[in-house]
């Protein structure tokens, strides 16, 4: 099993001091290595909430969540850290690129930490690839201040992908993309799935991407509605 959540609860905190609002009431999922999930639900509903929890970003207030069976409550703050860079792969719903760095920097992020010179030169060339394949080869020397919306959003597409992570962890990846970006983004992710039997769990709103998942589930009430 790479990923199991058991139950799992949050809740935030309104104006109101003595009202939380409940955001996952109960969240059960079980993914294996290889499966794919899309996630749907209406605005406001929790999907970030969930991906946030599941990318250790953020922490569920009860309930438990395993990575390759082991309790993610016992990782300390290095192994945390170690698991969020190697072992997912992120794209956020605002694509965090940085602003003082290029393309391609901000494509090779995830690799920093790592010091082998021989992964480097893997992870250089496989940027490379990835600008070509979503169409960005002409930008790659400029910073994301003059990249269009969709633009930044290819990047913070592939940079997820640059460390081949196990699970990626998707929210909303074609938001603000056109037809023709959507489906190369869409292929980007069935092939990753598909040559490197990474697990997908993507938050979106397209039927287009979510028809092509594995599952799909629809958070509701903080409950997951099974609806294929
Ligand atoms: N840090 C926080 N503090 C207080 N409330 C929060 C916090 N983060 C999220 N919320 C609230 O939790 C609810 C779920 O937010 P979340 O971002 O998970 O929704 P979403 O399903 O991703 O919505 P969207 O489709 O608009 O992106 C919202 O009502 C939001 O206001
Ligand atoms: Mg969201």
Same mark, same amino acid.
């Given at each position: ?63 438990? %969540?395993?990575?390759? #069976?082991?309790?993610? &409550? ?5 192994? !945390?850290? /170690?698991?969020?860079?190697?072992? +997912? ?72 992908? %640059?460390?081949?992570? #196990?699970?990626?962890? &998707? ?5 603000? !993309?056109? /037809?023709?970006?959507?489906?190369? +983004? ?43």
């Amino acid at each position: 099993m790479l990923l199991k959540l058991e139950n799992v609860h949050k809740s935030f905190f309104t104006g109101n001091p003595q009202k939380k609002r409940v955001v996952l009431d109960g969240i059960d999922l079980e993914l294996v290595q290889g499966e794919t999930v899309a996630i749907l639900g209406p605005s406001g509903s929790g999907k970030s909430t969930l991906l946030n929890i599941i990318g250790a970003l953020d922490r569920q207030d009860s309930g438990e %969540i395993f990575f390759n #069976g082991r309790s993610m &409550a016992e990782l300390n703050e290095k192994q !945390l850290t /170690q698991f969020r860079n190697r072992e +997912i792969g992120f794209i956020f719903q605002l694509h965090h690129l940085l602003p003082q760095c290029t393309v391609l920097e901000n494509v090779l992020l995830p690799a920093v930490p790592v010091r082998d010179p021989g992964y480097r030169a893997e992870c250089l060339n496989r940027a490379y690839d990835l600008i070509r394949e979503v169409g960005l080869w002409e930008q790659r020397d400029q910073h994301p201040n003059v990249l269009s919306g969709g633009e930044s959003q290819r990047v913070a597409v592939i940079r997820a992908l %640059i460390n081949r992570p #196990g699970l990626l962890l &998707a929210d909303e990846p074609t938001g603000s !993309l056109d /037809q023709k970006n959507v489906l190369s +983004i869409l292929s980007l992710l069935l092939k990753l799935n598909d040559e490197y039997n990474a697990s997908l769990i993507v938050v979106t709103h397209s039927m287009e991407i979510a028809s092509r998942m594995g599952r799909i589930y629809e958070l509701r009430n903080g409950k997951f509605l099974n609806t294929r």
